[in-house]
C-alpha cells in the first residue's frame, strides 16, 4: 500500500470516528433525548417527587419536568399532596432547553386507556342487556343515562314511556335512578328504553258466573210452570 493511499485510509478512519464521537455527545445531551421522546409520544414511567404551585415535579432523564394539575388526571385533583411518590405514566408535551423548561402530560394517556376501555366494554355489551342508571342530562330530543357499568347511553323521548310524552322533564328529572333495556349498539353509542320494559296494562276480562247445573233445571221448570198453552 502506498503512503499516499494510507494517509487517506487513516483520514477517512479519523473522520467516521469524529463523526461516531459527536453523535454519541448528541444522544448523551438529556434535552436531546427528551425532544425525541415528544416527537415519538413515547410513554414514560415516572415518580412524583414533589409538590408545586399549579402541578407536580417529576425527573426524566435527570431534568426537572412539570406536570400541570389540568394534566395530571381527567378530572379535577382537589388535593395534589395525594400525587406525592405517586408512579404514574406521563409524555413530553413540551421542551425548551434555553428556559430550562420540561412540560409533560399524564391526560393524554388516560384518555386513550378510557377509550380502549369504552370500546371493550361496547363490544361486550348485549343488546336486550337490562341494567341500571342515573339521568345525567335531559334534552328535547331525549335524556343521557350513565349505567352501572361505567358506559353512558341515550333513552329516545319516544322510547321513555308507553304513554304518550313531549319532553323527557315531563317524567324524568337529573338524577333520577332508571332501569333501562340497551335497545341498540352503532358506531361506540348504545340505544336504550325504559318503556321496553313497561309491562302491557291489560283491561281486566268481564267476570262472567255461569250457573249450576241444578239452577239450569230450576229455572226451565220455573219456565214452564209460568207458561200458558
Do not use: C
Not at 415518580?47 to 404551585?53: A, D, H, L, P, S
Not at 343521557?144 to 361505567?150: D, I, P, S
Not at 258466573?209 to 226451565?220: A, F, M, Q, R, Y
Amino acid at each position: 500500500m502506498s503512503e499516499e493511499m494510507r494517509e487517506e485510509l487513516q483520514e477517512n478512519e479519523t473522520v467516521e470516528t469524529m463523526a461516531d464521537y459527536e453523535d454519541h455527545i448528541d444522544d448523551a445531551n438529556p434535552w436531546n433525548r427528551v425532544t425525541e421522546y415528544m416527537e415519538k409520544k413515547t410513554v414514560l414511567p415516572v415518580k412524583v417527587e414533589g409538590v408545586v404551585n399549579g402541578g407536580v415535579i417529576v425527573m426524566v432523564e435527570g431534568l426537572r419536568g412539570f406536570v400541570p394539575a389540568s394534566k395530571l388526571s381527567l378530572s379535577y385533583i382537589e388535593d395534589l399532596e395525594t400525587y406525592l411518590l405517586k408512579d404514574i405514566e406521563v409524555q413530553v408535551i413540551d421542551v425548551d432547553q434555553a428556559n430550562n423548561r420540561l412540560v409533560l402530560s399524564a391526560r393524554e394517556i388516560l384518555k386513550e386507556k378510557e377509550r380502549k376501555a369504552r370500546e371493550e366494554q361496547i363490544a361486550n355489551l348485549k343488546v336486550g342487556t337490562v341494567l341500571k342508571g342515573k339521568v345525567e342530562t335531559l334534552q328535547n330530543y331525549g335524556a343521557f343515562v350513565k349505567l352501572e357499568n361505567g358506559l353512558s347511553g341515550l333513552i329516545h323521548v319516544s322510547q321513555i314511556s308507553q304513554k304518550r310524552i313531549k319532553v323527557p322533564a315531563d317524567v324524568l328529572n337529573v338524577g333520577d335512578e332508571v332501569r333501562v333495556k340497551v335497545i341498540g349498539i352503532k358506531e361506540g353509542k348504545v340505544s336504550l328504553s325504559m318503556k321496553a320494559l313497561e309491562e302491557a296494562k291489560e283491561e281486566p276480562a268481564e267476570k262472567v258466573v255461569l250457573p249450576k247445573s241444578e239452577d239450569i233445571g230450576t229455572n226451565l221448570g220455573d219456565l214452564f210452570r209460568n207458561l200458558k198453552l
